[in-house]
């Protein structure tokens, strides 16, 4: 895929993860994408001496000394390629690898516990909680199916 056309699926992406009801996914993502890639580079900066007078580079004379070099954190924008990378990515972690840890908690549970379905609530609080219980066949399904999909999409953007 061209640049553009990375740039055009991550905006897509991005507008399916928000449908989706996963916003905060693609929050996370795009304050990433802001901040941007950190690269190291290194500066030679010009060491300056107590009592010299300041001139110009360009000044008649002008000599300056170099100091050692230091190495700084650069930020540079990420590529359409990159920020899909990103995304992608990010979905993987938060849909299925969240699912998979599901399925693996439950099961150390059952096994411990004699049970597959446990309510989360919190102490002393009014609330019903949140039933949590093996991913059943459908989600298992779904999961495949997006885990194919992720799978084609890092092949078209060359990840």
Do not use: C
């Amino acid at each position: 895929m061209t640049e553009q056309q990375d740039a055009t699926t991550y905006s897509q992406l991005l507008d399916a993860v928000r449908a989706s009801g996963l916003g905060w996914v693609a929050d996370q993502v795009e304050a990433e994408v802001a901040a941007g890639r950190l690269e190291a580079v290194q500066v030679t900066p010009v060491r300056e001496e107590p009592g010299l007078q300041i001139t110009f580079p360009s000044a008649p004379g002008f000599r300056s000394q170099r100091g050692p070099k230091t190495e700084y954190l650069k930020s540079s924008p990420y590529s359409g390629t990159e920020r899909a990378r990103l995304l992608l990515d990010a979905i993987e972690q938060a849909v299925l690898r969240t699912i998979q840890m599901q399925g693996v908690a439950v099961s150390i549970f059952s096994e411990r516990l004699g049970s597959s379905t446990f309510i989360l609530a919190a102490p002393n609080q009014a609330s019903d909680g949140v039933v949590v219980s093996m991913p059943d066949k459908t989600q298992i399904e779904s999961m495949a199916s997006l885990e194919a999909a992720l799978g084609r999409l890092r092949n078209l953007i060359g990840t």
